[in-house]
Antibody
Framework: QVQLVQSGAEVKKPGASVKVSCKASGYTFIGSYIHWVRQAPGQGLEWMGWINPNSGGTNAAQRFQGRVTMTRDTSISTAYMDLKRLRSDDTAVYYC?????????????WGQGTLVTVSS | SYELTQPPSVSVSPGQTARITCSGDALPKKYAYWYQQKPGQAPVLVIYEDSKRPSGIPARFSGSSSGTMATLAISGAQVEDEADYSCYSTDSSGNHRGVFGGGTRLTVL
């Protein structure tokens, strides 16, 4: 069965960077995009972007461009999301999700989430 | 930037039909997707491409879209359906950039 297992919780200081990993199994990793979505405490879901594991091409939401880097290591079926220059309002649960679309990308099956806390 | 608008909350009694709306200017040309999220859990896809149900999702969940509004309906809502529901779509730029609605808290009591 499809599984996305994310790395553990992180605590970072403002201005630092965080890198969250997402290990995929149960399907062909290079066959589906990986989306990144975050959710601040008590807030709604926010789409951050996706990566094409086959080509490495990425597509990030405008508000994260220049601050987020999405990469992958196909040899271990793992995607990464690196967010730089962290601020307190970056405190959130970060999810990876496998893409389900054949024509238009959309998040299908989700990882368990990674809590990132930004605090001085 | 593109936005999808949902009501913050909807309440129904058990057995009634719950309807949650999602409005966006690009919805006449873009599909809507719906996710259910219970406290402390990851979201689960319940409707894709406006009206299709993934395997394992009960038939009481249905979706429709007309003009600039997409609707998630839960017929015969059950207490276990109490959750947050979020719509998702892409903007009209052709870049396939995604956006979520603000989410709707469904209360069944």
């Amino acid at each position: 069965q499809v599984q996305l297992v994310q790395s553990g919780a992180e605590v970072k200081k403002p201005g630092a960077s965080v890198k969250v990993s997402c290990k995929a199994s149960g399907y062909t990793f290079i066959g589906s995009y990986i989306h990144w979505v975050r959710q601040a405490p008590g807030q709604g879901l926010e789409w951050m972007g996706w990566i094409n594991p086959n080509s490495g091409g990425t597509n990030a939401a405008q508000r994260f461009q220049g601050r987020v880097t999405m990469t992958r290591d196909t040899s271990i079926s793992t995607a990464y999301m690196d967010l730089k220059r962290l601020r307190s309002d970056d405190t959130a649960v970060y999810y990876c999700a496998r893409d389900g679309g054949e024509v238009v990308p959309y998040p299908d099956y989700w990882g368990q989430g990674t809590l990132v806390t930004v605090s001085s | 930037s593109y936005e999808l608008t949902q009501p913050p909350s909807v309440s129904v009694s058990p057995g009634q039909t719950a309807r949650i709306t999602c409005s966006g200017d690009a919805l006449p040309k873009k599909y809507a997707y719906w996710y259910q999220q219970k406290p402390g859990q990851a979201p689960v896809l319940v409707i894709y491409e406006d009206s299709k149900r993934p395997s394992g999702i009960p038939a009481r969940f249905s979706g429709s879209s007309s003009g600039t509004m997409a609707t998630l309906a839960i017929s015969g809502a059950q207490v276990e359906d109490e959750a947050d529901y979020s719509c998702y779509s892409t903007d009209s730029s052709g870049n396939h950039r995604g956006v979520f609605g603000g989410g709707t808290r469904l209360t069944v009591l």
